[in-house]
């Protein structure tokens, strides 16, 4: 079992910046990806970015890509806005699965226009 945590969500104005923690316990983690979802009110939940815990290359959403990045514990997020605005979820699965089945219980993200 892997219990992940998020934090770092809050209310930012326009273009402002935020840092997203993912604190990840229970087991090792060296052959999972790392994923971020987010969803807003009304919508469906979305992805947002992905990382191996191990490294290697970074996956974004064209909707942040250029604004935020992701490492293996954490979503910088900069210039952020309005559109942001949604509950951020950290989740895991295995490298050779398309499935992520841990997830975090999520973290409210408020972009202020």
């Known amino acids: 079992q892997v219990q992940l945590v998020e934090s770092g969500g809050g209310l930012v104005q326009a273009g402002g910046s935020l840092r997203l923690s993912c604190a990840a316990s229970?087991?090792?983690?060296?052959?999972?990806?790392i994923g971020w979802f987010r969803q807003a009110p009304g919508k469906e939940r979305e992805f947002v970015a992905s990382?191996?815990w191990s490294g290697g290359n970074a996956y974004y959403a064209d909707s942040v890509k250029g604004r935020f990045t992701i490492s293996r514990d954490t979503l910088q997020m900069n210039g952020l806005k309005p559109e942001d605005t949604a509950v951020y979820y950290c989740?895991?699965?295995?490298?050779?699965?398309?499935?992520?089945?841990?997830w975090g219980q999520g973290t409210q993200v408020t972009v202020s226009s």
């Open positions: 990382i191996r």
């Open positions: 989740a895991a699965r295995e490298i050779a699965t398309t499935v992520y089945i841990y």
């Open positions: 229970g087991r090792t983690l060296s052959s999972y990806v």
